[in-house]
């Protein structure tokens, strides 16, 4: 009796055994599509092979490291819970490679050091040579020229434009906005005036900055190129003036290097996807998708597309160099994005065809509707528009990384959110704790401003019930946390360090509280701004303020901004009529030779700091010397003193 029991239970698990037992391999540079591909030795050779195969739950398809494909990868079927279809590697050496380029011969002289070549597929827009992204050749090489006239929503002029040169045909890159970058074709030039095919979404002014790209009148360096699309050719002056046959140039033609529709229960692993022509990675309506330890690179437009998919887990992924937006989630819930590093994303140089995508893009991450999603440990460095924005409610935003945003457009944030109206619940519920940012200075280059307006934790036009807590924000532009037309945000715990305003509120829509923080301030220019202020409220803003510690070492005067006055602490405490209780200002002088730190532990394990012979002042006044520890997501400001052990 027992044992037929243990044989029915055999035969009733058995599918469940079975389903991770088959793998087969793929492999571009020793494989044949007539093969088994069940072992090593039988291995598949083709990316058409790999798409037209359904594979069962548990089934593992596995690339080789090292070799690499042209084209899409497909996923064909779905897993099921404990039984995922998986996509990743074997054998050793770097990640197998899908490439959406393909390789450019054929080079003839045209002129001088510039060479041309047949581009014989798709939609070319982007060119390496050797792995390395080449410029686009652009006017002016470097910054903008300015509207210096504008005559209508699709025609302006600029003195800085050459007379001589017909540039129609040519791409204009407009900022037309502090967060507004647009893309047009010219459509018609007349000496210094020129017309676009369309008009942006902000009006063009003077004084706005734009670049033009793509003409062949613009090749006039080493490292850059042109592309007629008309004649289907590529001209190019390599960065050592030589016959490009001597390279691996090649041009991105191809999008979706990874595509999966309607899929459930896949895992993705271990593969890099590289020089997309548009999107990189590409999912939609696809539940439990596990995206993990993707290398995806010089994407022109995004690296990582995802939409309508729930309790995805997206980690360990490296996007470097999208255009457009690194990382975009669209209706995406109860998902974990995790441990990923962001980097590159929409930097100015890099912009060619298809400059920034939208006029409002250029973020590292944008999770634009879903809910409940956790965005943790991620490290994000050189955006050219915000770091991490979200609409979503529920959200945790948690012990991240963040450095150097709004490096082509600003006013925005490392970390941003906002509603279009009150009524919408955004963002309403979310968390944005234990996270470092670093260096949200905005740029004014561009739209004809004497300040730029880079803010760390942003929250724009009618947010609520956020909570913004235990956060580390040094060295922005506008503002350490700006509350605009905010409710029901509550401002805790957070060290603040370096900005123009440390805590800046404009607009009231409801009580928001500031408390418990550290608010240190200097007493320098920050660019053309006058002197910097630890809190500003502007507009009717009446927010409470308890409990925080402020410091500037300089200067006790004017420090604090109520509407349109500025005061010193006691007048300030005074005048905001009881609504900063409990709050300390310190004005103890640095004496000569001492100087403000920053210390901070972005990393997931507890750091000690090495002070080595010198000996710091704590904010408290006492002494700390030797060395000092901190927990992880977190920092202290010490003062570097003289004195030596």
């Keep these: 009796m027992k044992k037929s029991i243990y044989f029915a239970l055999l035969l009733l698990l058995l599918p469940t055994f079975l389903a991770a037992q088959t793998s087969y391999y793929v492999s571009s540079s020793g494989g044949n599509d007539l093969n088994t591909g069940r072992s090593i030795d039988q291995a598949w050779r083709s990316l058409e092979k790999v798409n037209s195969f359904k594979p069962a739950p548990g089934d593992k398809i596995l690339f080789k490291r090292g070799d690499w494909w042209e084209g899409t990868l497909t996923v064909g079927a779905s897993g099921t819970s404990g039984n995922p279809v998986v996509y990743g590697a074997y054998g050793v050496g770097e990640k197998p490679r899908i490439l959406g380029s393909k390789r450019i011969e054929g080079w003839t002289l045209h002129s001088g050091k510039i060479y041309k070549a047949k581009v014989y597929t798709g939609d070319f827009n982007q060119l390496f040579i050797n792995g390395e992204r080449i410029q686009l050749a652009r006017y002016p090489k470097k910054g903008y020229c300015d509207v210096t006239t504008s005559h209508s929503t699709t025609k302006f002029a600029s003195t800085g434009l050459k007379g001589d040169i017909n540039y129609t045909g040519a791409t204009a890159v407009i900022r037309t906005n502090a967060w507004g970058m647009a893309t047009k074709i010219v459509t018609a030039s007349s000496s210094n005036t020129i017309t676009v095919n369309s008009a942006p979404q ?8 734009f670049f033009l790209n793509n003409k062949l009148e613009f090749l006039t360096a080493p490292g850059e190129y042109y592309y007629d699309s008309a004649a289907k050719t590529v001209y190019l002056w390599t960065p050592n003036g030589d016959n490009p046959e001597n390279y691996r140039v090649r ?12 899929k459930q229960y896949v895992t993705i692993e271990n593969i890099e996807l590289s020089q997309s022509s548009g ?14 330890k993707l290398d995806i690179l010089n994407a022109d437009s995004k690296g990582i597309f995802i939409n309508h998919d729930k309790f995805g887990t997206y980690q360990n992924i490296k996007i470097d160099g999208a255009n457009h937006i690194a990382f975009h989630a669209q209706y995406t819930s109860y998902s974990n994005i995790t441990d990923n590093t962001i980097t590159n994303t929409a930097m100015f140089e890099n912009l060619g065809l298809t400059g920034m995508g939208g006029e409002q893009d250029g973020r590292a991450f944008t999770n634009s509707a879903g809910t409940d999603n956790i965005i943790r440990y991620n490290r994000i460095e050189n955006v050219g528009y915000s770091g991490i924005s979200w609409r979503t409610p529920n959200t945790i935003i948690d012990k991240n990384f963040i450095k150097n945003v709004c490096m082509v457009k600003d006013d925005g944030g490392a970390i941003y959110t906002f509603s279009p109206t009150a009524a919408e619940i955004g963002s309403a519920g979310s968390k944005v704790t234990n996270n470092i940012v670093l260096y949200s200075r905005g740029t004014s280059e561009g739209i004809g401003s004497i300040f730029s307006t880079g803010y760390g934790i942003y929250m724009d036009n009618n947010v609520h019930d956020v909570v913004i807590e235990n956060n580390t924000v040094a060295f922005s532009g506008q503002g350490a946390i700006h509350l605009h037309q905010n409710k029901n945000i509550l401002v805790t715990g957070n060290t603040l360090f370096d900005a123009r305003f440390l805590v800046y509120a404009d607009q009231e829509n409801g009580d928001c509280t500031v408390s418990n923080n550290i608010m240190y301030g200097f007493d ?48 300030w405490q005074s005048t905001v009529a009881g609504r900063d209780a409990g709050s300390t200002f310190v004005n103890t002088p640095l004496k000569t030779g001492e100087k403000e730190e920053l210390f901070y532990n972005d990393t997931k394990e507890t750091k000690t700091f090495e002070l080595g012979i010198a000996v710091y002042r704590a904010l408290d006044g006492t002494n700390v010397s030797g060395k000092i520890s901190l927990e992880p997501f977190t920092s202290r400001i010490l003062i570097k003193t003289t004195q030596t052990n």
């Excluded at 902000?202 to 900055?209: A, L, N």
């Excluded at 999107?279 to 696809?286: E, L, Q, S």
Aim: aromatic share 18%; hydrophobic share 30%.
């Design 202 to 209: 902000y009006t063009i002014t003077v004084g706005d900055g």
């Design 251 to 262: 041009g991105s033609v191809l999008s979706n290097l990874l595509y999966l529709y309607g």
């Design 279 to 292: 999107v990189a990675a590409f999912a939609d309506y696809c539940n439990y998708l596990t995206l993990d």
């Design 524 to 571: 320098r220019d920050f660019e053309n701004y006058s002197t910097v202020k630890l809190v500003g409220e502007r507009n009717g803003a009446t927010h409470i303020y308890k409990n925080n510690k402020y410091y500037n070492p300089l200067r006790s005067e004017g420090l604090f901004r109520c509407q349109e006055n500025y005061y010193d602490f006691v007048k």
